[in-house]
């Protein structure tokens, strides 16, 4: 589901957030919101790395999947997250036209860019992302730039999408989560033992 939010900042996913949005329709394998805000996140960050190298995130203009999947603990949950950005980065691959390696849980763009410090680079990376497990459900954010900014990182790239360009890419990544966690649980229900 697309939804209007004004920015990620954090607290969108620090508790179950689905029912809030689907109401009744919850899917009993997991939902998914997208929707197309700024990111900036200083206070409430909840990645360790982070918050004790004083980081933070920022993006201008950026599309966010925030997920909510029962059934996980925090390996599943990394794990899923992991392979949800693959995901998203074959789907981003076509809309940009730009090869996309994984690096963690980072979608890196291979393309010649100059960074918000002024250096060329040949990589860049262009999305954010970060999940955890409360309750044996799976919470998560993934953030991809559309115009990454001047507060961005050096490192931070922009994938330029156009408005119409935006909209499809959400509407493909969340029809790809729904297609791919129903044939998991699936999956899950076919093994005879």
Known sequence: ?????????????KERF?????????????DIVAFRAPMYVSDDLIDLEDSLTKDFIYSEDAINFCWEIPNLDKFGAVAFQRWFNTNIATILSRYIDKSINMKGDDLMVQDNFIGSDKVVR??????????YSKDNVAIGHTGINIRAGKQAPGFAYSTNMSDDVA??????????????VNDIFVATSKVIV
Not at 167 to 177: A, C, R
């Open 1 to 13: 589901m697309i939804i209007t939010q004004q920015v990620y900042n954090g607290p969108l996913i």
């Open 18 to 30: 689905a029912y809030r949005f689907i109401g009744k329709k919850v899917n009993p394998v997991g």
């Open 122 to 131: 040949e990589v860049g990376k262009c999305s954010v992302s970060i999940t």
């Open 167 to 180: 909209i499809s890419f959400m509407e493909d990544v969340i029809s790809t989560f729904y297609r791919e």
